[in-house]
């Protein structure tokens, strides 16, 4: 079952009062904490149903306190959609294909050379990026590492008519790439791109569920426009950068050990914590993704492989 599959509620009476959940908003755009659920256990679809409406909405959802194992977690996802393999490229935790770890502690975390922080959509350099990802705290630190997203539909809407205009019939290539504050390679880099993906996408992504448009570019993967000359590509993506940064479009959220984070990968960025080298504690985070449909840009034309296909 995809995520556009899922039970819709048809009782006119559930409302989020009878089902139990408490939905608490956290920014005027994006962001919403989700209590008065247990993830340990199957949901009622009415449930699912009602967390799927709410993500839709407010496109990043958190719960709090969920102690779920590597499996439970994997097994709330896939109420939502078909769980990929972690990750294209880097390892998977062991014993559980579907979780990508994103661990201080590993060591080609702890070499010198750093990777720099970025907004981005996750793994946007295939054919078929994934639908969302759930990702969860594991080890937490008590202060820092907190996680930022962005609403790209909002981005898209706040931009003037001319720019969305020009945007609307523009495609970008996307590649798996790392950017690093300093030095030349390492191993993170040479795991990352040990096969190599590049997709051309819409920069403007019809949402395949509510029909909103979304600016779907961003600083880590995507590397120029295909119908703007080099320069043009470069200013015209400075532009759009800076743009779905604005921090009235954001959310940030304190991570505590096992909260949740739910996202539509259709319909935003995320920045990972750019202090973390600022401390001495660890951060461990799980993090599954859901197999995504082949994004489609209001011209109607659907993205392009390039090399590497799909993924899962």
Do not use: C
Request: proline share 7%; glycine share 6%; hydrophobic share 40%.
């Amino acid at each position: 079952m995809t995520i556009t599959d899922a039970v819709t509620i048809t009782d006119d009476s559930a409302t989020p009062s009878d089902i139990g959940l408490d939905v608490r908003p956290l920014s005027g755009y994006i962001g919403a904490e989700i209590f008065g659920v247990d993830l340990r256990q199957p949901l009622e679809p009415a449930v699912v149903a009602e967390i799927r409406a709410t993500l839709l909405k407010w496109k990043v959802v958190f719960f709090r306190d969920q102690d779920i194992t590597p499996a439970q977690q994997v097994a709330f996802g896939r109420q939502f959609g078909e769980v990929t393999p972690g990750h294209p490229t880097l390892p998977t935790l062991e014993g559980q294909p579907e979780v990508f770890p994103l661990d201080s502690r590993a060591e080609h975390y702890r070499s010198e050379i750093r990777v720099q922080s970025l907004w981005h959509t996750d793994v946007t350099f295939v054919h078929n990026p994934p639908t969302a990802s759930i990702l969860r705290g594991v080890i937490v630190p008590p202060y820092g590492g907190d996680t930022q997203w962005t609403n790209l539909v909002t981005a898209y809407e706040t931009l003037s008519a001319p720019i969305r205009d020009l945007i609307d019939g523009l495609h970008a290539v996307h590649v798996n790439q790392l950017h690093l504050e300093r030095g030349d390679s390492s191993k993170l880099s040479a795991l990352f791109a040990k096969t190599a993906y590049e997709a051309v996408h819409p920069v403007v992504r019809v949402h395949p569920e509510t029909g909103e448009r979304a600016l779907f570019v961003n600083p880590n993967f995507t590397t120029r426009i295909v119908e703007l000359s080099n320069p043009e590509s470069a200013q015209i993506l400075d532009l759009l950068y800076r743009h779905l940064a604005t921090p009235a479009f954001t959310v940030r959220f304190r991570w505590q050990p096992n909260s949740i984070a739910f996202w539509d990968n259709r319909a935003t960025a995320h920045l990972a914590p750019t202090d973390q080298g600022n401390t001495d504690f660890d951060r461990v985070m799980h993090r599954i993704t859901l197999a995504g449909s082949i994004p489609v840009g209001v011209d109607g034309k659907q993205s392009e492989t390039l090399e590497g296909g799909s993924f899962a």
